[in-house]
């Protein structure tokens, strides 16, 4: 047997089982038949079983260099390092979609596993029906459409190679995998959710759809941080973001996640937003779908677009399909949802429906800043651009708000305000205009004055928080507070991560509004041996030198650093400045070398070179401050969501050693 | 051994497009600060401070020539408007069609806040229907909530 021939026979029997879970699932939701549900549970597993083999011969093929296989022809080649060819089925659409569909069948799976413990056996023929039906998507696609096992009748001696950009870092193996565990993740709140609207019970899902959406959600967040490490150590232009179509298609789903995460804490504790818990997570799921569709359409160029292919029209239709769907159930529950109760705006929920609000417009603003330069289009055919500094502009005053009401929100009671609760917010007002007033007279901007006023205006508030709960158990129990500490983030898992999660937010905020700021680029051209004087840092040409290298050419400029002043601190080293030269690419790639700090971050960049005498080279250099902070921040957000997952019984130490995905 | 490698540098520059061998200008922060705001026009969603394509190279070299010129940023960014059209601003201006992206935010928050005073309009209509009704769910919701203070959380 050949891996192509194993790859195709197992990715028709995925659809094939596949479409028989569908159908069992649907025959037991019809016909409440105990047998038909447990049927489609264990093709499940069978599902992801033929998934994970239809993977692994991809694997195989791309490891043994079968360029009889199309993908492998197209997508890899004999000189890639082993670790190339291990990532390289997600670095080329056909492959991706491959993964892709090989984790929804694990989602599935693990969904399965959940029958007649959580979820209940009036759901859970609509939940797996649900995941089936988009699991018959993916592998329908891959078979009809973007085959990875194709034959090539003539197989070449070798194939046209890997995309450089990705082979180029490390990063890749990580980053595209934990996107996809985020993306495909939010398949199974949204299952919960039309199994709930199918069901008629409003209530019941939150719970353990909320604990599903974080998992994604915690995925998506370590995706998001990890590709704009990627992004700041490749692309060679100092910065993390910036607002491609590519990277909004990520924080779309990731906003809407959010805003659910927040509102379905209402609905745990008062019953209300059903309707509005179902929309969040509908569009959630939808968004995934319409970013897919964005990126693999090739309807919106981007750097970042790896995997663009004939699949366009599909995805469009799986898209609107998904949306009629879960906007036609909603329709008909919220006309029968009741809820009791109103909501005053000067209350938790009131918070948290704000907070919603706010991450609901900021979704609104980037799905539509993305989409409008291609409606423009097609109604005037004028071209028009809006990019990163619209973004910025727009993004700072919903940041600021939705940072207020981060610090706000869990400080309030439910219901109603109390007293005491002034004096917190007093004090937390106070913290912002202090950390204000000492950024202006530092002679800071304003924005980044309010973002480090913001700052401690929410370390304060989960200070006040915390130590407000230290102190009372501390009385109560007799016991000493760093004891009391310790049982309250034991027993209060989720107030404690959430606040461990918000830290990291208002620690990300400051980082953001200093690197975006504060970030100077500056390019100079340097004879050898020659010293650039600029930024407290004295920077000298030694030499030009040559590499081949397995699956690529080098050029390194190796260049040695001082710090003259305060202003270029621990910048002082030497550094390989490279471009290398990949022969499927037209252009050289610039790899940065990073100086990270916590201070500065000191970013150099072989720009160009004399080609015929190696005499001169030319230098770019980007000084940006406190990125360091924003993978502080990344991980923290990280390590705060793992500690709410964590299982319950397990002590603090333990999750404090889990291992991180990301960074 | 330097002849080779330059040698075979060149190959890679001939096979890729063509580059000048002569050093490009020095280019201040202020640039790059322009460079940012335009678009690089044949690239795929990067400005032209950060492409290296060789349109963006010489955008950043008119950028610098045009600052030595003493020219403002706004008289730099009109250069390349007369030339490109709107298209080559990464911030579009703020009228016609591209006005309503400005608006976007207070027209998704007032779209989101108008469907929630809906929503609430409805639930309490609602409400006042079946007052006479305690829905099941509810019951369910009251009971859980009774026995999770009583465990103290």
């Known amino acids: ?663 | 051994m330097r002849g080779l490698f330059f040698l075979t540098g060149l190959l890679f520059f001939a096979l890729a497009q063509p580059i000048p061998n002569t050093p490009p200008p020095d280019l201040s922060p202020q640039v790059f600060e322009i460079a940012k705001t335009l678009r690089c026009p044949v690239c795929q969603g990067e400005s032209a401070a950060e492409s290296n394509a060789g349109i963006a190279v010489e955008m950043r070299r008119i950028i610098a020539e045009q600052l030595a010129q003493g020219k403002s940023e706004a008289e730099i960014r009109r250069f390349f408007v007369e030339r490109y059209g709107d298209w080559i601003l990464y911030e579009p201006p703020a009228r016609g069609l591209t006005l309503w992206v400005w608006l976007s935010p207070l027209l998704g928050l007032g779209l989101l806040v108008y469907g929630l005073w809906r929503y609430q309009a409805r639930i309490r209509a609602q409400a006042q229907r079946l007052a006479a009704e305690v829905p099941e769910e509810e019951i369910a919701r009251l009971e859980a909530e009774l026995k999770r203070s009583a465990n103290g959380d």
């Open chain 1, 1 to 663: 047997m050949t891996p192509g021939l194993l790859g195709g026979l197992s990715l028709l029997a995925a659809l094939i089982f596949s479409l028989l879970g569908l159908a069992l699932a649907v025959l037991a939701q019809l016909l409440r038949d105990g047998r038909y549900l447990e049927a489609a549970r264990r093709l499940s597993a069978l599902t992801f079983a033929a998934a994970l083999l239809s993977f692994a011969a991809l694997e195989w093929a791309i490891l043994t260099d079968d360029f009889s296989v199309s993908y492998v022809a197209g997508h890899s080649s004999l000189h890639n390092p082993l670790w190339v060819k291990l990532v390289t089925p997600w670095a080329a659409l056909e492959g991706s979609i491959l993964l892709w569909a090989m984790l929804q069948a694990a989602y599935t799976w693990l969904v399965g596993l959940r029958v007649g413990k959580s979820l209940d056996s009036w759901r859970a023929p609509s939940a797996l029906g649900t995941l089936f039906a988009v699991q018959v998507f993916f592998f329908a696609v891959m078979v009809f459409v973007a085959h990875p096992f194709d034959a090539v009748p003539n197989p070449p001696p070798d194939g046209r190679g890997t995309n450089p950009l990705l082979q180029n870092h490390w990063m890749m193996a990580v980053h595209p995998v934990l996107m996809y565990l985020g993306f495909v993740g939010l398949s199974v709140p949204f299952a919960y959710a039309v199994a709930a609207m199918v069901a008629r019970r409003y209530q019941s899902w939150i719970v353990e759809t909320r604990w599903w959406t974080l998992v994604a959600w915690g995925f998506l967040t370590a995706a998001i941080f990890t590709g704009k490490w990627w992004s700041y150590e490749i692309l060679g232009w100092g910065g993390y973001w910036a607002w491609d179509p590519v990277e909004n298609a990520s924080i779309i789903p990731w906003l809407l996640a959010t805003a659910f995460l927040h509102t379905a804490q209402v609905q745990e504790r008062k019953g209300l937003f059903k309707g509005w818990n179902f929309a969040f997570i509908t569009l959630a799921f939808a968004a995934t779908v319409f970013g897919t569709f964005l990126t693999r359409s090739g309807v919106i160029q981007s750097v970042h677009a790896f995997a663009s292919g004939p699949v366009g029209a599909w995805f469009l239709l799986f898209l609107l399909g998904v949306l009629a769907g879960g906007l036609g159930l909603l329709a008909r529950s919220s006309a029968e949802i009741r809820e009791a109760g109103e909501v005053r705006w000067a209350s938790r929920e009131g918070a948290l429906l704000a907070g919603a609000l706010f991450f609901g417009t900021f979704a609104f603003v980037v799905v539509l800043g993305t989409l409008w330069p291609l409606l423009v289009e097609a109604v005037s055919g004028a071209k028009v651009s809006i990019g990163a500094p619209f973004f910025n502009q727009v993004s700072a005053p919903l940041g600021v708000f939705m940072l207020l009401l981060m610090g706000i929100g869990p400080v309030l009671p439910w219901r109603h305000t109390q007293a005491q609760v002034q004096r917190n917010l007093l004090a937390m007002l106070l913290a912002l205009g202090v950390g204000l007033l000492i950024g202006l007279g530092l002679g800071l901007t304003l924005g980044v004055s309010l973002a480090i006023g913001l700052f401690a205006y929410n370390l304060t508030a989960i200070w006040l928080m915390v130590a407000q709960g230290v102190r009372e158990r501390a009385r109560s129990l007799g016991i000493s507070s760093s004891q009391a500490l310790l049982e309250l983030a034991a027993s209060h898992k989720r107030r404690f991560g959430s606040h461990i999660v918000h830290f990291g937010v208002a620690l990300a905020a400051l980082a953001i509004a200093f690197s975006q700021t504060y970030r100077v680029t500056e390019q100079k051209t340097l004879s050898l041996g020659e010293t650039w004087q600029t930024r407290g840092l004295e920077v000298r040409l030694l030499a030009i030198q040559a590499r081949e290298e397995a699956n690529r050419f080098a050029v390194l400029a190796p260049i040695e650093v001082r710090s003259t002043s305060r202003e270029g601190w621990g910048a002082d080293g030497r550094y390989q400045t490279r471009l290398n030269f990949y022969p499927q690419m037209a252009s050289p790639i610039a790899t940065p070398v990073v100086r990270y700090t916590p201070y500065n971050d000191y970013y150099f960049v072989l720009m160009q070179f004399d080609q015929e005498k190696g005499q001169w080279a030319t230098l770019k250099l980007i000084v940006t401050p406190m990125v360091w902070w924003l993978w502080v921040a990344g991980f923290v957000i990280v390590l705060g969501t793992l500690y709410i997952l964590w299982p319950s019984g397990v002590r603090v130490a333990g999750s404090k050693a889990a291992p991180v995905a990301g960074d």
